[in-house]
């Protein structure tokens, strides 16, 4: 099974800065890694596939990068919106699929 | 619009049985994978179980493995997922979730609102 650790736990950061996120794995999921965020209550929402394809309707500011072992999700100019719960998804070794801890961003 | 929607969980006692459903509309269902995918009370994510387009394919998760059965009916547009010999540690809000493509073997880009699931005697 991969294991993913993501990091830091929480991230405090202030609107209009940028946070940096960290996933990684404990084998090389390739480029097959995904980006998702969670509002309280919500259904997690996918942001970024392939790691660095946005999906469709997520704003320019979600960016993906890294392969192998080490990925970043990076949110430029933190918005009042963006302020939940990430998670990163491996789908390259499966049985089962495997998602990090979650990174929570909070407003500073 | 791509909608997936989950039947009503409940509360059900230890060792019982309880069958969830999930409703999709906006899409051609018989050309996508779907997942099933849970979540503790203030845990993060755990997937559970997929299955291919045309039903062929299925995997699960270990921890449930054996006790639960997903299933779909493409004439009907509804995924199923049966779950046996409940334990105190399936409680948590079940997530149907779309696999962009016919094999199952990806994330999910449209997921449903969720439905609870409460083990307890």
């Known amino acids: 099974e991969v294991v993913m650790t993501q990091s830091p736990a929480t991230l405090s950061v202030s609107p209009g800065e940028r946070a940096t996120l960290s996933c990684r794995t404990s084998?090389?999921?390739?480029?097959?890694l995904a980006w998702y965020q969670q509002k309280p209550g919500r259904a997690p929402r996918l942001l970024i596939y392939g790691a660095s394809t946005r999906a469709t309707g997520i704003p320019a500011r979600f960016s993906g990068d890294g392969s192998g072992t080490d990925f970043t999700l990076t949110i430029n100019s933190l918005q009042s919106e963006d302020f939940a719960v990430y998670y990163c998804q491996q789908y390259n070794s499966w049985p089962p699929y495997t998602f990090g801890q979650g990174t929570k961003v909070e407003i500073k | 619009q791509v909608q997936l929607v989950e039947s009503e969980g409940g509360v059900v006692q230890p060792g019982r049985s309880l069958r969830l459903s999930c409703a999709a509309s906006?899409?051609?269902?018989?050309?996508?994978?779907i997942h099933w995918v849970r979540q503790a009370p203030g845990k993060g994510l755990e997937w559970v179980a997929v299955?291919?387009?045309?039903?062929?394919?299925?995997h699960y998760a270990d921890s449930v493995r054996g006790r639960f059965t997903i299933s779909r009916d493409n004439s009907k547009n509804t995924l199923s997922l049966q779950m046996n010999s409940l334990r105190a540690e399936d409680t948590a809000v079940y997530y149907c979730?779309?696999?962009?493509?016919?094999?199952?073997?990806?994330?999910?880009?449209?997921w449903g609102q969720g439905a609870l699931v409460a083990v307890s005697s």
């Open positions: 084998q090389s999921v390739s480029s097959n």
């Open positions: 299955i291919s387009s045309d039903g062929s394919h299925k």
């Open positions: 979730a779309r696999d962009p493509r016919g094999d199952g073997y990806n994330y999910a880009d449209y």
């Open positions: 906006g899409f051609t269902f018989s050309n996508y994978g």
